[in-house]
């Protein structure tokens, strides 16, 4: 099949991509003539396991290509939408000018029976709004809403092999024809037995948020968990293993800490708490504020602690800031709870020397004012405070002998709660979690 993909981001050129690989035909478009250069190259424009190795062999194929020239998407018969919703400057609603000026300028593109998909997460009306826009420029094109589910640092397998397929159609034959070219684009997943829910678009663009709202949800309810442990004597890890059991519950996305950050769940849950104002029904997910509230607050707990550890004060005091990253084999640092914790310590007089194995160039670009070592050896040399908040493999597999030796005091506090309490304070560490006592 031959496609477009517009917009070639964190979500645009792992789809592009992944589709390449499935055997389709696929043109990349993106506005930003430094990335298309990349990706020509098969370079990935930012950090993604596995990225670099399909746009490879894409590009090879000769099935994968890139351009500024949206003309390229002409000839397509599915056109993604894939460029970014982010959050308003100054407001919590989604910025949509992006997936308009897409449209606008694929429209002439357009040829009858084409299908326009659009796979950014937009505020629950958009694709309604989107398709009437259509209709009234006679392209004879229709348009269907198919968000993704995909997790930064999995993208390329959770796009090959997504858990489900949301396909949001319009009524009667239209619809039909939308589903089915859409079978045709996921023929893969499909003979995997993927399953799909075909539905309307409000329904589509709904499951979107309210799967983010949810995990959200879930990551800010064991961090309360973790407030009320502080000032009672708990433990929220245990609490969590014990809780997860019920498989009614389950484990997974209740790892208290410092909390959730990129692009996707704090953008999520106050746009849709915005529309939700705007529908009238403000009051149905208010708990989103709680939700957003509980999870700031865990940036500033963390600092806290570091002043408390650090006997009052950070001023002048060396601190090593494990991590930038908003999680492990990302990039990105988009709202990241590591980064915004590295940033306040500095603003208290800290000397933060910041260190990540991917995030240090985003981070500059953000807060040239931080100190940054690229070396975690640098970084903890003569450290007085350790502060893990980005729980990458390396820096859950440091030994607290070893790096004991580096710093100047043993004084470790894990931001994810991802080491071992017994072992760091049996090598001579004051260790603090969050939530534990
Ligand atoms: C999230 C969703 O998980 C994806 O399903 C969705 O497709 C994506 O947003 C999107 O809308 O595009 P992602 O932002 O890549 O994916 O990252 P997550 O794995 O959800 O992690 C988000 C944040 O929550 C990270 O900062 C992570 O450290 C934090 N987190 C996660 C916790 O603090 N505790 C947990 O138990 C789990």
Redesign the pocket.
């Known amino acids: 099949m031959r496609m477009s993909v517009i917009g070639c981001g ?2 645009g050129a792992v789809h592009a991509a992944s589709m390449a690989e499935l055997g389709h035909e696929v043109v990349g478009i993106d506005v930003d003539p430094g990335k298309i250069r990349a990706l020509q190259a098969a370079q990935a424009p930012f950090f993604e396991p596995g990225l670099t190795d399909i746009l490879e062999s894409a590009m090879a194929s000769g099935r994968l290509s890139f351009s500024t020239d949206i003309a390229a998407a002409g000839g397509s018969q599915v056109h993604f939408i894939a460029v970014g919703t982010p959050q308003k400057k100054g407001e919590s609603a989604y910025d949509l000018s992006y997936v308009d000026a897409a449209l606008d300028a694929l429209t002439p593109h357009l040829a009858d029976g084409n299908l326009v998909v659009g796979k950014s ?1 937009v505020p629950v009306g958009t694709a309604a709004r989107l398709a009437e826009k259509m209709e009234r420029s006679g392209s004879g094109a229709s348009l269907a809403w198919n968000p ?6 999995f993208a390329v397998k ?1 796009t090959i092999s997504p858990d489900r397929l949301v396909y949001g159609v319009p009524a009667g034959e239209k619809g039909v024809q939308a589903r089915q070219l859409l079978d045709e684009v996921y023929a893969v997943a499909l003979s995997n037995d993927t399953p799909v829910v075909v539905t309307d678009y409000a329904t589509a663009e709904l499951v ?1 948020v309210a ?2 709202a949810f ?2 949800t ?2 800010s309810f ?2 309360a968990m973790a407030e009320i442990a502080e000032v009672s004597g708990g433990d929220v890890t245990a609490l969590a293993d014990a809780i997860g059991y019920d498989a009614r519950i389950g484990r ?14 704090p953008k ?1 849950i106050r746009g849709f708490a915005a529309r939700a104002e705007e529908l009238g029904r403000g009051e149905s997910v208010r708990f989103l504020l709680e939700v957003d509230a509980v999870n700031m607050r865990r940036r500033e707990r963390m600092v806290q602690m570091v002043i408390q550890a650090l006997g009052g004060q950070v001023y002048r005091k060396k601190v090593a800031v494990l991590g930038l990253a ?2 492990p084999d ?1 990039d990105d640092v988009r709202d ?2 590591a980064l915004d914790v590295a940033v306040r310590l500095n603003g208290l007089g800290a000397h933060v020397i910041a260190t990540d194995p991917e995030a240090i160039p985003n981070s500059i670009r953000l807060h040239p004012q931080l100190g940054f070592a690229t070396d975690t050896h640098d970084a903890l040399h003569n450290a007085d405070a350790v502060v893990l908040v ?2 990458w493999k390396e820096y859950r597999e440091l030994d607290p002998i070893a790096t004991g030796q580096l710093v100047r005091e043993k004084i470790l506090l894990d931001g ?1 709660n991802v080491l071992d309490p017994a072992a760091w304070r049996a090598a001579g560490w004051t260790y603090h979690g969050m939530g534990r006592p």
């Open positions: 964190y979500l997460t993704e589910f995909l997790r930064e640092g959770d979107k799967a983010n995990l959200a879930k990551i064991i961090n997974r996305f209740l790892n208290a800490g410092i909390g959730f950050g990129g692009g996707c769940l999520d908003f999680k990302s990241s709870p980005t729980e994810r």
